[in-house]
């Protein structure tokens, strides 16, 4: 089975409200990166947070991490319509290792 | 900087046939990687290679698919035979390390008749 399980699968919302999505993961990692992926597309990298750290902000994005959960969310506020992709939650263990999740599709309603 | 780039873009076979994929990485990424994406999942590794030596490809099928990299710098992945189940995406991605980001190409998206 995968390392990163993302939770829910599918979130649909309206325009600016938030959005949040969680990856729980089973062993030991270096750190865990965010990518959002657009229908038809390749993945893009949004946010790396290490094993040391707790939360991190780039913009709309917060990531927060919880290695003693083994999980990790990322809240994207005040959606927008452009932000209607798959995100996945990609773990990297000490051995420079990387799993990618099955992601959440997210829909943001105009 | 140049993205990678990856061709074809789509490709459409019949079962048994054998097909090949190439990736072009962002110049100074010394990890490359291939991903197969069947619809609906997240990207699951085939190969990963430091420099022009595989770190890892205990996931490839090795009776069938194969992948080089040459001179460290492009590489390309092969199917030989086709079957089925091969249906999918394959992504290529490059980085910095086995630690870094990665980027990613748009995939080529293969069917498999």
């Known amino acids: 089975s995968q390392q990163g399980e993302e939770d829910p699968q599918a979130l649909s919302i309206q325009e600016g409200e938030n959005a949040t999505m969680n990856c729980s993961y089973k062993t030991s990692i270096n750190n865990l990166q965010w990518y959002r992926q657009n229908s038809g597309r390749g993945l893009v990298h949004l946010i790396l947070?290490?094993?040391?750290?707790r939360e991190k902000h780039s913009g709309r994005l917060r990531v927060t991490l919880d290695t003693s959960k083994k999980s990790s969310s990322l809240l994207i506020t005040a959606s927008r319509a452009a932000d209607t992709a798959s995100y996945f939650c990609?773990?990297?263990?000490?051995?420079?290792?990387?799993?990618f999740g099955d992601g959440t599709t997210l829909t943001v309603k105009p | 900087e140049a993205g990678v780039a990856q061709s074809p873009r789509y490709k459409i076979i019949e079962k048994r046939q054998s097909v090949a994929f190439w990736c072009n990485p962002i110049?100074?990424?010394?990890?490359l990687y291939w991903y197969q994406q069947i619809l609906g999942q997240g990207p699951k590794l085939l190969i990963q290679f430091q420099n022009n030596g595989v770190v890892d490809d205990s996931q490839l099928p090795k009776d069938r698919f194969s992948a080089e990299r040459l001179k460290g710098v492009d590489s390309t992945l092969k199917i030989q035979p086709a079957k089925l189940e091969d249906s999918a995406v394959y992504l290529c991605a490059s980085s910095l390390g086995e630690y870094h980001p990665q980027h990613f190409g748009d995939g080529t998206r293969l069917s498999i008749l």
């Open positions: 990609a773990t990297y263990t000490n051995a420079g290792k990387s799993t």
């Open positions: 947070i290490r094993s040391n750290e």
């Open positions: 110049s100074g990424h010394a990890t």
